[in-house]
């Protein structure tokens, strides 16, 4: 059973870089034809993907975010790691780290509880 858990700051101030990590147990993140994705939900609003890193370590951005977004991982820990960028409040969402199925990108089937992140002075 795949599990992954979502770290970091719950607050961030305007104009800084978020920052937050994805422990995942239970699965390499460097298995083939797996994705591992980044989503939020901001307030009163649907799911928005962020981003993906591939099993190969290839990066994959919405293209609303991706002047602003970075991906990394570090295979040692089995972690990947979420940067935005230029925070503004309507950055402020639920944040989930997830996983896709076999050889897909956005149907995830592994979700993290999410982190609630706020962007304030």
């Known amino acids: 059973q795949v599990q992954l858990q979502e770290s970091g700051p719950g607050l961030v101030k305007p104009s800084q870089t978020l920052s937050?990590?994805?422990?995942v147990s239970g699965g390499s993140i460097t298995t083939d034809y797996y994705y591992w994705s980044w989503i939020r939900q901001p307030p009163?609003?649907?799911l928005e993907w962020i981003g993906y890193i591939a099993a190969?370590?290839?990066t994959y951005y919405s293209?609303?975010?991706k002047?602003?977004?970075?991906?990394?991982?570090?295979?040692?820990k089995n972690q990947f790691t979420l940067q935005l960028s230029s925070v503004t409040p309507e950055d402020a969402a639920v944040y989930?780290?997830?996983?896709g199925g076999f050889g897909t990108r956005w149907l995830w089937e592994y979700w993290g509880?999410?982190?609630q992140v706020?962007?304030?002075?």
């Open 20 to 23: 937050l990590t994805c422990t």
């Open 44 to 46: 009163g609003r649907g």
């Open 56 to 58: 190969s370590g290839g």
């Open 63 to 65: 293209p609303f975010l």
């Open 67 to 76: 002047s602003r977004t970075s991906i990394s991982r570090d295979t040692s």
């Open 96 to 99: 989930y780290c997830a996983r």
């Open 113 to 115: 509880q999410g982190t």
């Open 118 to 121: 706020t962007v304030s002075s």
